[in-house]
């Protein structure tokens, strides 16, 4: 994912999921709570290990519905270093829940604060004169955000819709670049599950663009076998393939895990990425889950 701020090229401003099926909190606000449970995930992201300074991320985020009412919330906590950039953010969502057909329909909204560091000792400059040429210096810049979501969810279907940053924060002080801000991110999941015997099969495809950028799409097939482990496989438009599984250790920690291989440049050039994600749920309130076997 990317955007453009006057002469500097911000590659993937948000950080990338390949996991993003098991938790969709990080790309739509409106998820917040529609699992029914107090639901936290730890998530360790290392892309393109073999390119130094690329990206790592690691997050943290909770979510849950409130007690006998339409509303979830969910908060995250995450990092993101990319070379010289290293991005940190708290960021706080809430939904609103209402019943249409079989389903639910939520409407999300999220507010938080990023704070980006941008350490110039770590840039090679070619051209000695160029205005981001600030060795020595090292500029941190703090920045809001607000996002949008909706989300539609049934027992065996999903569809959201996620926009990020819709505010278009600076990231740089004014000083360096007054054009360089937060580009617009949106994603667009849709899942459907099918029962066949005692597995069970469940495609879906995620689209994804930001502002300046072109779009990308995840297509994904993940199977359920005896209800506690998934094996999948997604193709990444322009990129490669991913190969990812989750294992249900018991009815509250699950655990997962997805490689990245690029058949694209950088791809090969990287050698691979890894993804590694930890799960616990708590029923707090003795509520059975709406779907607990496809979402």
């Known amino acids: ?8 090229l911000f590659a993937q401003q948000d950080a990338q999921y390949s996991q993003y099926m098991f938790n969709q909190l990080a790309l739509n606000p409106a ?11 730890l998530l360790y992201r290392n892309q393109w290990t073999g390119i130094k300074g690329a990206p790592t991320t690691a997050s943290l985020s909770v979510q849950a519905p409130l007690r006998k009412k339409k509303i979830g919330v969910g908060a995250e906590i995450f990092s993101d270093k990319l070379g010289p950039k290293n991005i940190s953010a708290l960021l706080l ?8 057909g079989k389903g639910k329909l939520a409407f999300g909204l999220r507010m938080g604060m990023y704070n980006y560091v941008f350490d110039w000792n770590k840039m090679d400059y070619k051209d000695q004169n160029d205005v981001y ?12 955000t607000g996002d949008f979501g909706v989300y539609y969810y049934a027992r065996t ?7 990020t940053h819709l505010n278009q924060g600076k990231i740089i002080k004014s000083d360096i670049d007054s054009s360089a801000r937060q580009a617009i991110h949106y994603f667009m999941p849709i899942g459907k599950a099918f029962e066949v015997g005692n597995v069970v099969l469940n495609p879906s495809m995620l689209i994804k663009g930001a502002a300046n950028a072109p779009s990308e799409i995840d297509l994904t097939m993940n199977v359920q076998l005896k209800e506690r482990l998934w094996l999948g496989v997604s193709y990444r438009s322009r990129y490669g393939v991913v190969f990812l599984t989750q294992y249900k250790i018991n009815d509250k920690m699950k655990a997962g895990y997805s490689f ?6 950088i791809g090969r050039a990287g050698k691979g990425s890894h993804e590694i994600m930890i799960g616990y749920d708590i029923n707090l ?5 709406v779907m607990p076997r496809y979402l």
């Open 1 to 8: 994912m990317g955007g453009v701020g006057g002469g500097l």
């Open 157 to 163: 279907f999903y569809w959201g819709f996620g926009a």
């Open 285 to 289: 309130h003795g509520t059975k889950m």
């Open 93 to 100: 969502s809430y939904a609103y829940r209402i019943r249409l």
């Open 260 to 265: 990245d291989y690029g058949i694209n440049k």
């Open 133 to 144: 040429n600030q060795i020595g210096k090292r500029d941190s810049k703090f920045t809001g």
């Open 31 to 41: 998820y917040a709570g529609s699992r029914d449970v107090l639901a936290t995930s």
